[in-house]
């Protein structure tokens, strides 16, 4: 049981390394910079690149309505490498929420009732319950063939 939880801890470990994340702030926010204390990680271009980001008022718009991760996605094209380094940051918590969320329904799901679902039957439930995609049910409605009486 012992050795389970340390190499459980360990692979934590290796996902969410435990690293000083003070000057990382510019990854959730990065229009209140403070440009003459810019992180040292960050090379000389990245960190002009940094600075245009923060005046940069459609990303602003991006970053109010539609969060964080949108904001790096939109901005990976303009600047690539400065996003490429926030999207990393943003990664693990992204996937570490999807798992938790996905265990969740699972538990719901898969009651002593239903537990004897197939893994097919209990996956296509699970990213159904998970997926913020909507469905087109008049598109699906449409492409089913109706029956007909005899």
């Known amino acids: ?9 360990d692979q934590f470990d290796d996902y969410l390394p435990s690293e000083d994340l003070t000057d990382d702030t510019w990854v959730e ?4 910079v403070d ?10 271009s990245e960190k002009e690149s ?11 718009s991006i970053h109010h309505q539609k969060g964080t991760s949108a904001m790096w996605t939109a901005a990976a094209v303009p600047y690539e490498s400065l ?11 992204a996937t570490s929420y999807l798992c938790e969320s996905t265990f ?21 439930q699970l990213r159904i319950q998970v997926s913020r995609i ?14 007909r009486s005899h």
């Not at 909507?134 to 029956?147: A, G, H, S, T, Y």
């Open 1 to 9: 049981m012992a050795q389970h939880l340390r190499q459980l801890q």
């Open 29 to 32: 926010n990065p229009f209140y």
């Open 35 to 44: 440009i003459h204390r810019m992180p040292d990680k960050l090379s000389a």
């Open 50 to 60: 940094l600075i245009e980001v923060s005046c940069d008022n459609l990303l602003r």
């Open 83 to 93: 996003a490429m380094k926030a999207l990393k940051k943003l990664v693990p918590f």
């Open 104 to 124: 969740s329904h699972m538990v719901f799901v898969k009651t002593k009732e239903r537990s004897r679902q197939t893994d097919e039957n209990l996956e296509a």
């Open 134 to 147: 909507e469905p087109r049910f008049e598109e699906l409605i449409e492409d089913v063939q109706q029956q």
